[in-house]
T-cell receptor, first 111, second 116 residues
């Protein structure tokens, strides 16, 4: 599975958009980009995933560059409850695909 | 939908005893489940892939005789930590692929194991 690189930590003002970058320069054609977040002492929460098209759901938007070597997770209006560690993961989309977690980005949303 | 339930949420056991952790998919069938371990201030580490009706696949460095995995049905996988020691104290989390997430992965709420 391809590796990802994320900033260790980021701050964001409450109510503003949080843009979390992720580099995955060695991603292969059949690997999806997944985003999860983990609030302290809880299981990771699914946010969004995509292959090459931009995706949007009720939680966030995922922007994947045309060459697929990087992506950005956008939380449009961050709240204090969005404070968490955000993980960007790439994985093969099949039954054998597994999620290998990196260190993630610790996002702090401040009042 | 796509809920994975883990039980117990917390457990304290004595050194040398065994502890079983259950992972259930409540509203979908999961032929494959995954087990992770997380130490304080660290990321999740994949321990093994649990396959219904067959042997689990363990990641390199994970002792299969110590961490016994059984996936006897399409909705239940269990992790048994055998002869637990204090260094096995950790946060254990299971995961399964969920059909309503476009086959994204959904996670249980985790089990905090403390070995005394």
């Amino acid at each position: 599975d391809a590796k990802t690189t994320q900033p260790t930590s980021m701050d964001c003002a409450e109510g503003r958009a949080a843009n979390l970058p992720c580099n995955h320069s060695t991603i292969s054609g059949n690997e999806y980009v997944y985003w999860y977040r983990q609030i302290h002492s809880q299981g990771p929460q699914y946010i969004i995933h995509g292959l090459k098209n931009n995706e949007t759901n009720e939680m966030a938007s995922l922007i994947i560059t045309e060459d697929r070597k990087s992506s950005t997770l956008i939380l449009p209006h961050a709240t204090l409850r969005d404070t968490a560690v955000y993980y960007c993961i790439v994985s093969i989309y099949n039954q054998g695909g597994k999620l290998i977690f990196g260190q993630g980005t610790e996002l702090s949303v401040k009042p | 939908g796509a809920v994975v339930s883990q039980h117990p949420s917390r457990v304290i056991c004595k050194s040398g005893t065994s502890v079983k952790i259950e992972c259930r998919s409540l509203d979908f069938q999961a032929t494959t489940m995954f087990w992770y371990r997380q130490f304080p201030k660290q990321s999740l580490m994949l321990m093994a892939t649990s396959n219904e009706g067959s042997k689990a696949t363990y990641e390199q460095g994970v002792e299969k005789d110590k961490f016994l995995i059984n996936h006897a049905s399409l909705t239940l996988s269990t992790l048994t930590v055998t002869s637990a020691h204090p260094e096995d104290s950790s946060f254990y989390i299971c995961s399964a692929r969920a059909p309503n997430l476009g086959y994204g992965y959904t996670f249980g709420s985790g089990t905090r194991l403390t070995v005394v």
